[in-house]
C-alpha cells in the first residue's frame, strides 16, 4: 500500500526567504506526482502536476522536482510571500493495475512572517 | 468552464439525519472522484466513477454511503443515519481520460454533524 510522507509538517520563515518543502512515497511505481495548495476551509489548488517521466515542473516562483527512484519530490518555493501561507499537499497517482486514486500526505503548514 | 462546483459549502445537521451533496465536475472531464479530509490529515479517497459507472470504492465507504453519477454529468453523496465521525470535509474532483492533466478539486462542502 502506497504512504506518502511530509516534511515539516509545519514552517515558519520570515518574508523574502526561499524554501523547500518535502515529500516521500514507499512505491516508486507512480504515474504521476501533484502538489496542492491548501488554505484554511478550502479546497485544493493544483500547483504543479509531474509525470511519472519527468524530473522537474516550474511554475512562477514554484519549482517541483521528482526522483521516481528514491521515491522523493520537493517543492522549492523562491522569494517567500505572506500570501503563499497555506497548507501544501504532496499526492501521488499509482500506476498499479486497477486503481484510480491519489494517495496524499498530511501536508506542510506553511507561514510566512511579513 | 467554471472548474468543479460543489454545493452545499457547508452543511450542519443532526446526528441521525440524512445529508446530500452535489459535485458538478469539469464538462469534458469523464473521471469523478469523491474526497473525504479530516482536520489535520490528508484527504482519503472514498469512491471513483468514470462516466456513470462506479468502478472504486473505498472501505471507508460504509453502507450508510451511496454515491451517483446518472449520465455521467453531476455526482451525488448521500449519507445516511450520520454520525459525529462523519463531521469532515468532503472533496469532489474531477480528471480528464487518462489523468494526464491531474486533478481538479472543488471548493468541498463542510459537514458538521451535533
Known amino acids: 500500500k502506497q504512504e506518502v510522507t511530509q516534511i515539516p509538517a509545519a514552517l515558519s520563515v520570515p518574508e523574502g526567504e526561499n524554501l523547500v518543502l518535502n515529500c516521500s512515497f514507499t512505491d516508486s511505481a507512480i504515474y504521476n506526482l501533484q502538489w496542492f ?21 516550474t511554475s512562477g516562483r514554484l519549482n ?22 497555506a ?3 504532496c499526492a501521488v497517482f499509482d500506476s498499479g493495475a ?17 | 468552464d467554471t ?12 446526528r441521525g439525519q440524512n445529508v446530500t451533496f452535489r459535485c458538478d465536475p469539469i464538462s469534458e472531464h469523464n473521471r469523478l472522484y469523491w474526497y473525504r479530509q479530516t482536520l489535520g490529515q490528508g484527504p482519503e479517497f472514498l469512491t471513483y466513477f468514470q462516466n456513470e459507472a462506479q468502478l472504486e470504492k473505498s472501505r471507508l465507504l460504509s453502507d450508510r454511503f451511496s454515491a451517483e453519477r446518472p449520465k455521467g454529468s453531476f455526482s451525488t453523496l448521500e449519507i445516511q443515519r ?16 487518462g489523468g494526464n492533466y491531474g486533478y481538479t478539486f472543488g471548493s468541498g462542502t463542510r459537514l458538521t454533524v451535533v
Do not use: N, W
Open chain 2, 82 to 97: 450520520t454520525e459525529q465521525g462523519d463531521s469532515a470535509m468532503y472533496l469532489c474532483a474531477s480528471s480528464s481520460q
Open chain 2, 3 to 14: 472548474g468543479v462546483s460543489q454545493d452545499p459549502r457547508h452543511k450542519i445537521t443532526k
Open chain 1, 98 to 114: 486497477g486503481s484510480y486514486q491519489l494517495t496524499f500526505g498530511k501536508g506542510t503548514k506553511l507561514s510566512v512572517i511579513p
Open chain 1, 64 to 85: 517541483a522536482s521528482l526522483d521516481k527512484s528514491s521515491g522523493r519530490s520537493t517543492l522549492y518555493i523562491a522569494a517567500s510571500q505572506p500570501g503563499d501561507s
Open chain 1, 87 to 89: 497548507t501544501y499537499l
Open chain 1, 37 to 57: 495548495r491548501q488554505d484554511p476551509g478550502k479546497g485544493l489548488t493544483s500547483l504543479l502536476l509531474i509525470q511519472s517521466s519527468q524530473r522537474e515542473q
